[in-house]
């Protein structure tokens, strides 16, 4: 089937067919589902998990199962209403979605705190597994996770999905497809954002639950690094602290303690010099991204300021002087895909997911690169206590087996 063809249900969604008998479908025609999944945890980004895998189309939420009966209540009522009359299983314990035999992969999206005895019981099932970002909250949880899954049988993905944002799809193919810029030399990324949302019991509010916010927020952002890098982090110098949110903050009897705002400098064993800018207090959400090689300079950036005017949301520049053409250009995905989630990375990172299942490379993040965006921001984190430079090597060889 041509590739047209298989996203045939994306744009009938555009389209009206309704007038079409089945059997003069072509186009149009509905396929079977190829693969069923169930979503482990019902929460923000379980609903978003569960349109990625519905809009794909070649694989089926099969069931739900979280601990919270709201959150299930309320993932029922948002299936129900944007995918009428789709029937989920709804599981009582982890271990019975798990194992389901009729299942062929499981997406798991609960709390930080709770990945890797998730991943501990839904490996025993040798079923194909999404493991949502953070894969851990500890760097040695992160190892572990990672020596587990580099003897599993089947996909096991992790769902770091800003690398599939049309802005940074097109940043990668700029600079290390076409190699527009030249060797890399310096990069720098930058986070402003509104604080973090709620969560089921504020788990989000302190570092022992999700990580603490350079791993629960930032990993994304120091895998778009290590991936624009293409090398190992040397050292990580990091400063940072809690300026404004959440200050007085208490959650039954607990006070949070995450960092707002931090500067990350990391330099790599290729002598690439990156930072990351994080500030938790801003009015909008932007987050940038500046690469200069030995041929040129590349900028894009994503904003949403919430300001009445109608501007592009995303922007992004390649210029080269005399040597080559400039480039502006402004990434984007069909909307409906778009707005399904991370700005369509979630839908792209299931294609990827669903790819992979069906025996094709794809470029999806592996938990090694999963655990290297860890090991970054644990380092971030070590750097800003203790206020000093820290080296890769002694840290890794201080905290891991």
């Not at 998990?49 to 189309?57: D, N, R, S, Y």
């Not at 290390?176 to 990324?189: A, C, L, P, V």
């Not at 949301?313 to 080269?320: A, M």
Request: charged share 25%.
């Amino acid at each position: 089937m041509g590739e047209f063809e298989r996203h045939s249900t994306f744009f009938s969604g555009f389209l009206n067919s309704d007038y079409l008998r089945e059997k003069d479908k072509h186009i149009y025609k509905k396929e079977t589902p190829l693969y069923k999944f169930n979503i482990i945890g019902a929460g923000m980004i379980g609903h978003e998990h569960i349109k990625a895998t519905m809009l794909e189309g070649r694989a089926t939420v099969h069931g739900i199962y979280a601990p919270n009966p709201k959150s299930v209540k309320e993932a029922l009522h948002m299936i129900e209403e944007s995918f009428p009359g789709h029937i989920v299983h709804v599981y009582d314990d982890l271990k019975a979605a798990c194992e389901d035999p009729d299942v062929d992969g499981l997406i798991i999206c609960t709390p930080n705190y709770t990945h890797k005895e998730i991943v501990e019981e839904a490996m025993k099932s040798r079923k194909h597994i999404l493991l949502e970002k953070p894969m851990a909250t500890t760097l040695k949880d992160a190892w572990i996770i990672r020596q587990w899954a580099e003897s599993y049988p089947n996909i096991f993905q992790i769902g770091l999905q800003y690398r599939y944002k049309a802005l940074y799809q097109e940043a990668l193919y700029e600079a290390k497809e076409r190699n527009s810029i030249g060797n890399i030399k310096t990069m720098m990324m930058t986070e402003h954002r509104l604080p973090f949302l709620d969560k089921v019991e504020q788990w989000n509010k302190f570092s022992e639950l999700s990580g603490g916010t350079l791993i629960e927020k930032c990993c994304h952002y120091f895998d778009l690094l290590n991936l624009f890098a293409n090398a190992k982090p040397f050292s990580v110098y990091a400063t940072g602290g809690n300026a404004i949110n959440f200050k007085d903050f208490q959650y039954e009897g607990k006070k949070a303690d995450i960092l707002d705002h931090a500067n990350v400098i990391i330099i790599y064993e290729n002598g690439i010099h990156a930072s990351f800018n994080l500030c938790m207090f801003s009015p909008l959400f932007h987050e940038d991204l500046t690469l200069c090689g030995d041929r040129g300079r590349l900028y894009g950036y994503e904003n949403e300021d919430f300001l009445p005017y109608h501007k592009p949301s995303t922007h992004l520049e390649v210029l080269c002087g005399e040597s080559a053409p400039a480039k502006i250009t402004t990434p984007c995905y069909p909307e409906t895909i778009q707005n399904s989630g991370h700005n369509g990375g979630t839908y792209y990172e299931h294609k990827a997911f669903v790819d992979a299942i069906a025996g094709k490379k794809t470029k999806a993040a592996t938990p090694a690169e999963g655990f290297w965006s860890i090991a970054v921001a644990s380092a971030a984190d070590e750097s800003i206590q203790s206020g000093k430079v820290v080296n890769m090597r002694e840290f890794l060889d201080r905290h891991l087996p």
